[in-house]
């Protein structure tokens, strides 16, 4: 199997399992307990704590465990606005995760938020004057997703939160698919908060953290004992804090000499494949794009019966986001970034690791123009 979807989830890294390993067997304790199991637990999560911090250049203290990227986002954009001292208005981009899009959507309906949707190009890049000219005394908070699930176009972070910083504006960034290809140094981006989830790192599904800056205020949406500060009520999951902490760690390790050279091969994979498959369109900005993510359309196709095809070759990729599959409706990504709706429905993604290789992704590329000939050919006849 080649597989080809790891913007979706990616395998456990061996160096992780061992990680954990003690933490499931003998030092399963609450590190909410006042005794020896317990404190030893307790050290355990603060040391994890300590490596999510020194990868974003944070104190500790501000490092939030949480179940993963989707729970993060929640957590960011509800708390900050429930808890802002300012007015009742947030501003995202039109292509955010639908964690972001519909904790928007719920505070507009249950708490009187007004929501202001920002428009992307058409390779999804997000203009700063738009933002500038958007922001009002009333903006409660601005969130923008770091780089897109789905066609991977990475956004001017720090120009955004610059903006926002200027007039005392939270801003926050989904980082999730970043983490591991870009620089996470949240001074150096600017932001207030920011989302990573372990299963994009090699650590297990159900991971995640948010880094929240001290002087932000939050009101947690999940109570009870009061962990994480009070600001994320629930017993720790100590062995996902370790892993998240342990892949982040190594994600950053390897990142400088793993992102060019995966770039490199995405970069010979775009070519192939738009030589192999006439007609074919690269989406998302050429340039300003993640590391390992190279997206298409495929005109005169579906998606969906290209995925079906090159399954059959043991090639497997995705049609966009995997919190989305299953809908029959066209990506909001795609159409907001002007694809009409029956080219947005023939998209499909590729996403590399660090181990894909070379051959991989040639035989890829043979297999798509395979793939593409042969459903047009079945739309002809």
Known sequence: MIY????ATTPVRREVLEAIWPVLTTGFGNPSSHH?????AAAALADARATVAAVLGCRPAEVLFTSGGTESDNLAVKGIALAAPRGRHL???AIEHEA?????????RFHGFAVTLLPVDAQGLFDPAELARALTPATTLVSVQYANN????VQPIRDLSALTGAQGVPFHTDAVQAAGWLPLSVAGLGVDALSISGHKLGAPQGTGALFLRRRVPIEPVQHGGGQERGNRSGTENLAGAVAL??????????RESNAPRVADLRDAFIAAVLAAAPGARLTGHPLQRLPGTASFVFPGTSGEAVLLELEGHGIVCSSGSACAAGSDEPSPTLTAMGLPAEVAQTAVRFTLSSSTTGAELSETA???GLAVATIRGLGRR
């Open 150 to 153: 789905e066609v991977g176009t």
């Open 4 to 7: 080809l979807d790891n913007a």
């Open 366 to 368: 043979r297999a798509v």
């Open 36 to 40: 020896q199991v317990g404190e030893a």
């Open 91 to 93: 501003i995202v981009s």
């Open 245 to 254: 902490a342990t892949a982040l760690r190594l994600a950053e390790t390897e």
């Open 100 to 108: 972001v899009l519909e904790s928007c959507d719920y505070l507009r």
